[in-house]
């Protein structure tokens, strides 16, 4: 075996590991993926969702709603939101956003108080920064979103 990590050939270290595993071979240039990025992401978050769902209900608190009843008062806190925020910006940019916020709380994943805050932090976005001029304009959310979305909220609900 080589004596730098660099020089290890990936395929051997996992025949190493896993005699028994079947290690695909390499993809071409022009070869298709298994999966797409985009929804290898999509079942990760919901993954994510349902570890976090299991955690609550092992514990024996699964959440009612309202999912998030307030934003957590830590600096990671605002981490979250400004990714979530951003992600559904530069999606769907501001109003389609405060638009998905109120439908959050109609639904009762998050208070008025929660949406107001959201609100509060969008004003740190500029609109003109927040689109690729070379995309198109605003695009309405999916379901996909909003599961993402879900996922945030179960993150900043869990903190």
């Known amino acids: 075996m080589p004596t730098t990590t ?3 050939d990936l395929r051997e270290l996992r025949r190493l590991a896993d005699p028994n595993r079947e290690t ?3 993809f071409e240039d022009d070869a298709e993926l298994p999966a797409s990025p985009e929804e290898v992401l999509r079942h990760s ?3 994510e969702l349902v570890r976090l769902q299991s955690q609550f209900s092992a514990a024996g608190v699964l959440p009612e709603r309202p999912y998030l009843e307030a934003l957590p008062n830590q600096y990671s806190t605002e981490v979250v939101v400004f990714e979530w925020l951003d992600l559904l910006i530069n999606k769907a940019g501001f109003e389609n956003t405060g638009n998905a916020l109120e439908y959050y709380e109609e639904v009762g994943w998050i208070t008025t108080r929660v ?3 959201l609100r509060e932090y969008m004003r740190g976005f500029s609109e003109v920064d ?3 001029p070379d995309k198109p ?3 309405d959310l999916d379901v996909d ?3 993402l979305s879900l996922v ?3 993150r900043l609900a869990s903190v």
Do not use: M, Q
């Open 6 to 8: 660099g020089d290890y």
């Open 24 to 26: 695909p071979e390499e």
């Open 45 to 47: 978050e919901r993954d």
């Open 115 to 117: 949406r107001e805050n």
């Open 130 to 132: 927040s689109f690729d």
């Open 137 to 139: 304009g605003p695009a």
């Open 145 to 147: 979103d909003h599961v």
């Open 152 to 154: 945030y909220i179960a």
